[in-house]
């Protein structure tokens, strides 16, 4: 089986996996959460979805490209560095003005402060899910596609959905 096909159905079936389980994670949420909370977490994923090409600066495609063009090792570790750094600086941005207008940003969008926490939560999450754009990137620029979905597969659908399983099983009954 060549590489491109082998890459190919292993993307293919890490896309399905990942599908299925935010499917499951979702229910579980909407569930154990109730429409409040859930609704607080529908408009935080929505948000992270939106801001994310502004805080890794669209990066994910262009450093995939470079480091998959570069010439050598040490070219692609330096376009990792200088792509780590862009991100980073450009999440920290997105995060010191989150922080700054935490109290009216929270209040747009989930209507009340109670949610503070849950807004503090999402840019942590945004700064989380940046650096794995870079991480994905970087397997991806050097070939290792079995590496980047296992990262997609633990990171986007596994560790959620074990997250929602404790959070259902944490209630006392």
Not at 121 to 138: D, E, G, K
Request: proline residues 3%.
């Amino acid at each position: 089986m060549s590489r491109l096909f082998r890459d190919l159905v292993s993307t293919a079936a890490t896309s399905v996996a990942t599908i299925l389980l935010l499917v499951l994670t979702m229910r579980i949420l909407a569930i154990e959460l109730g429409p409040a909370l859930f609704g607080a977490f529908s408009v935080a994923r929505l948000f992270i979805g939106m801001v994310e090409p502004v805080a890794t600066v669209g990066i994910g495609i262009a450093l995939t490209r470079y480091i998959a063009l570069a010439a050598n090792r040490e070219e692609q570790e330096g376009y990792l560095f200088a792509g780590t750094t862009i991100v980073v600086g450009a999440t920290s941005c997105v995060v010191a003005a989150g922080l700054g207008f935490s109290e009216r940003i929270s209040s747009f969008l989930f209507g009340s402060l109670g949610f503070l926490p849950v807004w503090y939560a999402t840019l942590a999450m945004m700064s989380a899910y940046s650096i794995f754009i870079v991480l994905y990137s970087w397997y991806r620029g050097i070939g290792s596609m079995h590496i980047a979905n296992a990262w997609q597969l633990v990171a986007v659908a596994i560790a959620p959905f074990l997250i929602a399983l404790w959070l259902g099983g944490s209630k006392s009954p």
